[in-house]
């Protein structure tokens, strides 16, 4: 009979069996996707875990990234991959300056306060890079073409994503396991008030933990440039899917936000192959409303009094 019965609806095998290496490469191709937005993620995921503050400027560090790796390179001829390392410093270091200059004066107040503020600095950066940086697309065409890996034709810039995702993230939680200050800040997200009594600085973990969280988002941003077009609106659209990827995961939990980035990156990457591209924009979402009907605080979230 050649057909698969699903109800009133029949597939043709042979149709189902054309699709397989079609979602195949979409898979493995949005693993590879999904390690970006997790560099995004795992910063946004950080700072919220350790200072229940949602970061609204958190894609405009994204922005300013991609701008300082594109500039760089096109005005001073840096290699756009030393940039990375440019831009994670200078992120890094503007992310101390932001957290110790307003952020802290919102901590322990609710939480309006600091999505109002970081909104606030959100639309200040993105009007700024808007006016010094034009509106015009730009791209850092540097890292073309693509290798194969496991069969499938991957983009060069998408490697590198990967790569530098893996070592920032194994970095992290070697420093957050093994550091002085990584323990601190361990000892923070789990209870502030007696991390205190024990001794701990507490707004120097929180200024340190702000920073580190703008620094992954700034070599996130460096990616970027290399991957896809750049303009000073692009940091809303990132901070969305980081913020449905910190969701998906969990609020404040960085294995979550791993796993929710590689489940996202998939999800983007089959939609945008099996239906319209548009929706894969879309689909994700779907399914980040899907697991939370069945568990609200997320795949490796704790719900909380």
Request: with cysteine; charged share 10%; proline share 3%.
């Amino acid at each position: 009979m050649g057909l698969w019965h699903l109800g009133p609806l029949a597939f043709p095998a042979y149709e189902t069996v054309k699709l397989l290496p079609v979602v195949y490469n979409a898979l493995i191709v949005g693993v590879f996707i999904g390690s970006i937005y997790g560099l995004i993620a795992v910063g946004l995921s950080l700072v919220y875990g350790v200072m229940r503050v949602v970061n609204i400027s958190h894609g405009e560090f994204v922005m300013l990234g991609a701008f300082l790796t594109f500039f760089a390179w096109k005005l001073v001829g840096i290699n756009p991959i030393i940039s990375i390392v440019i831009s994670l410093v200078v992120l890094f270091f503007l992310g101390l300056i932001m957290h110790r200059s307003l952020v802290e004066r919102v901590i322990g107040k609710p939480m309006l306060s600091s999505l109002m503020l970081t909104f606030g600095v959100s639309i200040l950066i993105w009007n700024t890079a808007q006016a010094v940086f034009t509106t015009n697309i730009k791209a850092v065409s540097y890292l073309g073409g693509s290798v194969a890996f496991l069969g499938v034709n991957i983009a060069k810039s998408y490697i590198l994503g990967f790569g530098i995702a893996v070592l920032l993230v194994v970095a992290l939680f070697a420093f957050l396991k093994f550091s002085k200050w990584g323990k601190a800040i361990r000892a923070t997200s789990q209870n502030d008030e007696v991390a205190m009594v024990c001794g701990i600085d507490t707004k120097k973990v929180r200024t340190l933990t702000f920073a580190l969280g703008a620094a992954f988002a700034g070599s996130a941003g460096a990616v970027v440039s290399m991957t896809w077009f750049i303009f000073p609106q692009m940091g809303f659209n990132y901070l969305a899917k980081a913020f449905a990827i910190i969701v998906l995961g969990g609020l404040g939990s960085i294995p979550g936000a791993l796993i929710g980035s590689l489940i996202y990156g998939a999800a983007e990457s089959l939609a945008g192959q099996l239906l319209e591209a548009r929706m894969s924009q879309v689909v994700p979402f779907v399914i980040l409303a899907t697991i939370l009907v069945v568990k609200p605080s997320g795949l490796f979230g704790a719900r909380e009094r």
